[in-house]
Each structure stands twice: as structure tokens, then as C-alpha cells.
């Protein structure tokens, strides 16, 4: 494998090169430089930033093509590569990426060099783009010690990449390596904030949604089906004798019984927008649009009978020799003039009813 050619045009003799190239794309070039800066700012859709700064190199300079590629995170493949110009010979097996072993991009993020190239036909790693191009120059995009990509510029002029335009493109893959940099930081910063947002919203220790996303949910849900005048109703599900089952198996068994509360209430939340939350300690609660409070009695009573047969051991209840609740349910067409606090009374009255009467029970109350 050859490396990259290098002349440093400045030292070549007087007539070797036509002279006014540098006087007349130097101007230009600093112009191009504030403009890249500019857009590498913008912060936003990294490949929209990314073509709006190869449109500019091609459009203002005796550039042919200019890209930029993307490096994969291990540095081993390039990805994606944006680019604008007339790249009319492009191998149909590089569309979909191609690894680092390959082409003088990949020469140049193997070696992290820029690579000058003056004479295209030759260099044995050149991969031709346009029939039209004479020289090209690579800079290693790169943002601290990490390799992002590399910026490719092909020119038709055999003598463009002189020293000083050489180093505003090294200055435009700089500007580039902060795009990259800045628009993957955002996209990680957001990544997270979906995260703790996700987990603000679950239940450490049943895995169900928590308090907060109920409250949520259930302010979403009463505007939703007051504006549609359908019904939504609550099933408030309580464990009887908690504080006994505690004291008699210890806390942890305690929490391995809500654990299995919480899977069994899931059971019963099938419908597409229907939600178990935990309510607060050992109460859990389903919050079930479109349900009447006939289905929702129903739902509550095969609740109750299923965690009967699942047998979790009570050794200090006075109702059953293992883990049994208590249930209250309500249902109400919502209107955007009451509180859903109303619903949440009634479910509430109602679980008050079903302990009062001796628990294991369903009972239903009626929205005030
Ligand atoms: N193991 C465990 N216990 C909890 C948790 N959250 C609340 N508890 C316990 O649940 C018990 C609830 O007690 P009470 O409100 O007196 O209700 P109860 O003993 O179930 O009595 P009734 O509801 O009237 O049948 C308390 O002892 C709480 O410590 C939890 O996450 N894990």
C-alpha cells in the first residue's frame, strides 16, 4: 500500500504550478470556514448540518465531490457517508458501508493522517467517484482522542489542496468532529432523560407503574373519555391483614406478596389502554377506560378469587390461612367539570365498605 503524496506546492519552483490559485480561493476559503462554524452550532438533525456543509464546500470551490463518512463506534467500518457533488461512479457495494481496509478514506482513518492525494490515477487506494477528478485531500474527523469519520474533498484543479486551503479543510473537519460531538452528546442527553423519565414512572419493587404515573394517566384518561362521553372506571385493590403478615413472615415475604398482587392484577389490565399502578403501600389499583361498572364488579370479583387460589401462606389472618384483598370499585362518565378525585372518593368508599363488611369482598359505590 503506497501513502499519501504530499507536495508542498509552496516549495516547488516559480511556474511549476499556476500561481493565482491561492490569491484567488483564499478569501473565498475564510468565508466557507465562518459559514461550516455556523452550521456546526445548529445543534440540530446531525446528517441535515452535515449535507448543508458539503453542499457549501462544492458549491463555492472547484470541488467535485465532497463527503463526509462516518465511522461505526468501534472504528472499523465505515457507516454512512453524506455527501454532495457529482458522484456518478459510485461502487454499488459501498453504499451500504465498507470497512476501513478499504480506499484512501479508509487509509486515511487507519492512520489517522490526513492524505493528500495530487494526482488521483496515481494512487492505488483512490476509489473514483468522478472521471473528472484530479486531486483529493482526506482529513481524520476526530474529537479528542475519539475518530468520527473523515471529511473527503475531490477537486478537478490537480493543485487546489495548497498548504493554506489545506489548513482551513483541516479547520472545517475540526468544525465537523464539534458537530458530531455535539449532536451525539443531545442524542445521549435525551436518551437518558427517556430513561429516568421511564424509570420516574415505575414502582421499584412490583415493577408496575407508580403513584405518580397513575395520577397521570388517570387526569389523561378522564379528559380523553369526557370528550368521547365514555365510562372509565377504578378497581382499588387492598391486601387484607397486611400489617399481620409482616409481623408473622417478615417484610420480605410481605414484599414477595405485592410482588405477586402486581402480576395478578396485570392479568386483568387487557385492554389496550388500561393501567395497574401501585396506589400507595399495600393497596394497588386498575385504572380501566371503556369498562362499565358491571364489567369492572366482575373484573374485581375474578381478581379477588384469583389470588384466593393463589395460596400465598397467611399464618396471622383472621379471614383465611393465606393472603386475601379486598376490593372497590367505581365508574363514571367523566365531564371536564368534576375532578376525577371523584372517582378515586367513591373506589375509595367503597374498599372502606368491603373492610368494613369483612373483608375479601368486591364492593361497588357510585360516583357523587
Ligand atoms: N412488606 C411490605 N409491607 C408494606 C409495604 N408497604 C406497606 N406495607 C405494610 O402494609 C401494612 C398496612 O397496614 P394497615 O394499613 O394497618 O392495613 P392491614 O394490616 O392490611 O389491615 P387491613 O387493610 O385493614 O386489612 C403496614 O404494616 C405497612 O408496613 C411494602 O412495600 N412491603
Redesign the pocket.
Known amino acids: 500500500m503506497h501513502g499519501p503524496e504530499i507536495v508542498e506546492l509552496d516549495e516547488q519552483p516559480a511556474g511549476a504550478r499556476e500561481v493565482p490559485v491561492a490569491p484567488v480561493w483564499h478569501a473565498r476559503l475564510a468565508g466557507l470556514l465562518a459559514e461550516v462554524s455556523r452550521e456546526a452550532l445548529q445543534g440540530e438533525d446531525l446528517e441535515a448540518v452535515l449535507r448543508r456543509i458539503v453542499d457549501c464546500l462544492v458549491r463555492n470551490l472547484p470541488v467535485a465531490i465532497a463527503s463526509i463518512i462516518l465511522l461505526d463506534d468501534d472504528g472499523t467500518h465505515f457507516v454512512q457517508e453524506v455527501w454532495a457533488g457529482d458522484l456518478d461512479l459510485y461502487p454499488a457495494e459501498l453504499a451500504h458501508g465498507w470497512p476501513v481496509s478499504v480506499g484512501a478514506a479508509g487509509r486515511c482513518a487507519r492512520t489517522g493522517e490526513a492524505q493528500l492525494i495530487t494526482d488521483v490515477e496515481s494512487d492505488p487506494d483512490y476509489v473514483p467517484g468522478n472521471t473528472k477528478v484530479r486531486s483529493e485531500y482526506l482529513v481524520p474527523i476526530r474529537h479528542r482522542a475519539r475518530l468520527h469519520g473523515v471529511l473527503n474533498i475531490e477537486s478537478t484543479q490537480p493543485d487546489f489542496f495548497y498548504p493554506e486551503a489545506r489548513e482551513v479543510f483541516d479547520a472545517i473537519a475540526d468544525q465537523v468532529a464539534g458537530a458530531i460531538h455535539l449532536a451525539r452528546v443531545v442524542a445521549e442527553l435525551e436518551a437518558a432523560n427517556r430513561k429516568l423519565e421511564t424509570l420516574s414512572m415505575i414502582d421499584g419493587?412490583t415493577g408496575i407503574a407508580n403513584r405518580r404515573c397513575f395520577d397521570q394517566r388517570l387526569a389523561a384518561e378522564w379528559e380523553w373519555q369526557s370528550v368521547e362521553h365514555r365510562e372509565l372506571a377504578l378497581v382499588l385493590v387492598?391486601?387484607?391483614?397486611?400489617?399481620?403478615?409482616?409481623d408473622a413472615h417478615g417484610?420480605?415475604?410481605?414484599?414477595e406478596?405485592?410482588r405477586e398482587l402486581a402480576r395478578l392484577c396485570t392479568r386483568f389490565a387487557d385492554g389496550t389502554d388500561d393501567l395497574v399502578a401501585r396506589f400507595g403501600?399495600?393497596e394497588l389499583v386498575l385504572l380501566l377506560p371503556d369498562r362499565s361498572l358491571e364489567a369492572a364488579v366482575a373484573l374485581g370479583e375474578a381478581l379477588r378469587r384469583d389470588v384466593e387460589a393463589a395460596a400465598m401462606r397467611h399464618d396471622n389472618s383472621a379471614i383465611a390461612p393465606y393472603v386475601t384483598v379486598?376490593i372497590g370499585v367505581a365508574a363514571v362518565t367523566p365531564t371536564a367539570a368534576r375532578s376525577p378525585d371523584r372517582l378515586i372518593a367513591a373506589a375509595d368508599r367503597a374498599l372502606y365498605a368491603a373492610?368494613a363488611q369483612g373483608?375479601n369482598r368486591v364492593v361497588a359505590a357510585q360516583v357523587d
Do not use: I
Not at 238 to 246: E, G, H, T, V
Not at 251 to 255: A, N
Open positions: 419493587l387492598d391486601a387484607d391483614s397486611f400489617k399481620p403478615l409482616n417484610h420480605l415475604y410481605g414484599d406478596c405485592l403501600g399495600e379486598s373492610k373483608r
